[in-house]
């Protein structure tokens, strides 16, 4: 079963009337993803995990800035943000995104089949480690989003990996604010030790958006 520190409650971390400000003033996902979405929500455990309409847009557009061809997600989940990143694919491009828990690939496997991206998207079904050690790169780009104390491995794991102009983007880097209070739960330390990790990282540049629950996007040096 899963793993409590990767279901923390809604996030909610600014007001959420600018929330629902900033949701209705982002491009709308198309009637498929919001079918997903309501899917996940009424029959997946931890629909919070959804990362929604503002990240999305931000995961595509990144993708396409760094012109993604080789785009890999850790943490798939229900498929979403896997199907955001394709939306944002060079013509060429593709997603290995994976996911460990096989009930949670199936539902993303299904939506993806039905989506205009079924030849973009490849779910590996495992620890992601263990994958991650399979690819050799070089990344375009790099979404880390799945068991937060298993973030500084995945971040070591892909940076060697990473293109030179290529983008790392890690979900839930203030942790619903917890990182305030590291002592507050193993995961919310994990963040914290990274977060400063990566803050004096000489390898990369690196900046911390307060976009939802905390995005963190690393670049080489
Ligand atoms: C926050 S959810 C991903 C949400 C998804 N990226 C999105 O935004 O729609 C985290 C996912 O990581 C998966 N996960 C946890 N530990 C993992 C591991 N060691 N390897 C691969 N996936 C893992 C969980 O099962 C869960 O589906």
């Not at 931000?58 to 979403?80: F, K, Q």
């Not at 890690?170 to 305030?180: A, C, H």
Request: proline residues 5%; aromatic residues 6%; negative net charge.
């Amino acid at each position: 079963m899963i793993s409590r520190q990767t279901a923390p409650a809604e996030v909610t971390l600014i007001d959420e009337a600018l929330e629902r400000y900033a949701h209705e003033h982002t491009t709308q996902l198309a009637e498929w993803m919001r079918e997903l979405e309501r899917e996940a929500r009424s029959s997946l455990p931890y629909p919070q995990m959804l990362s929604g309409q503002v990240v999305g847009r931000l995961l595509e557009l990144l993708v396409h800035a760094v012109g993604g061809r080789n785009v890999l997600e850790i943490g798939t989940y229900a498929g979403y943000s896997a199907l955001a990143m394709a939306a944002g694919l060079h013509p060429e491009g593709r997603v290995i995104t994976c996911e460990i828990e096989p009930e949670f690939a199936a539902f993303a496997r299904r939506h993806i089949e039905q989506s205009p991206y079924s030849e973009r998207i490849e779910i590996r079904v495992g620890p992601a480690l263990d994958t991650i050690e399979t690819l050799s790169g070089p990344f375009d780009f790099v979404f880390i989003d799945a068991d937060k104390t298993g973030y500084p491995a995945y971040y070591e794991a892909v940076l060697p990996k990473l293109a030179p102009s290529g983008l790392i983007a890690l979900d839930n880097t203030l942790r619903s604010g917890t990182v305030l209070d590291p002592g507050a739960n193993e995961a919310a330390r994990a963040i914290d030790e990274l977060n400063a990790t990566l803050a004096r990282d000489a390898r990369v540049v690196c900046t911390l958006l307060t976009v939802r629950d905390g995005i963190t996007l690393v670049r080489r040096r």
